[in-house]
C-alpha cells in the first residue's frame, strides 16, 4: 500500500490560515487522497477527497501538487475547534485496507 | 440518523477474560473495519470485512476474531484478554468505490477498553 508521510505537529493562530501538508510519493493512478480529523475522545472524521483536481467544500480546500507526490490541506481560518489530529490517507478502489499514518497534530493558539 | 453504532462505550475486562464489542451501521455499507487506537498513537487496522460472509486481517489481528453474518453487525471478540489490549477501538463503515458517496469512511463514537 502506499504509504503517506506526515509532520508529527503543527502551530497556528486563530483566525489565520493553516497549511498541512502530505507527502504521498508512491501513490498511484488510482489512488483517491483522503483527509480525515481526529477530535479529542472522537472517531475520525471525513474532511475532505481528491484525485487530481483542487477541491474546495464548507471545511477546507485540498491543494493536490500535479505529480500528484504531495498534497495539502487548507483550513482558511482557524479556530479554535480546529485543533485536532489531521490524517492524510490514501485510497483506491479496492478501498479494502485503510491505512492511517500518525497524522499532524493540530494546536490553535488563541 | 444512526450511522455507526458501537457498544459498550466504556468497560473494564480483567485479564484472561474475554469479551464481544457490538458495530451496526444502519447505511447498507458493504465495507466495515475494526481499528484501535492506543495513547497518543495513530490507528491500526485489526480485521476488515468486504461484505457478509467475508472477512480479512488488518495489520494487528492477533487476539482478536471476527464475524459478519450480517451486512448491518460486525462485531469484535476478544479472547483471553491481555493488558496490551487496552486501547480505544473503532469501528467504521464505508462504500466500497472509491468515488461513490464521496467515498466518506463514517466512525462509531469509540469504545474505550482497559484490561487489568
Redesign the interface.
Known sequence: DAKTTQPNSMESNEEEPVHLPCNHSTISGTDYIHWYRQLPSQGPEYVIHGLTSNVNNRMASLAIAEDRKSSTLILHRATLRDAAVYYCILRNNAGNMLTFGGGTRLMVKP | NAGVTQTPKFHILKIGQSMTLQCTQDMNHN?M?W?RQDPG?????IY?S?GAGIT?K??VPNGYNVSRSTTEDFPLRLELAAPSQTSVY?C?S?Y????QD?????????SWLTVV
Do not use: H, W
Request: glycine share 20%; proline share 3%.
Open positions: 465495507y473495519y481499528y498513537m495513530g490507528l491500526k487496522l476488515y468486504v480479512d488488518g495489520e473503532f467504521a464505508s466500497p468505490r472509491a468515488g464521496g467515498n466518506t469512511i463514517y466512525f462509531g463514537e469509540g
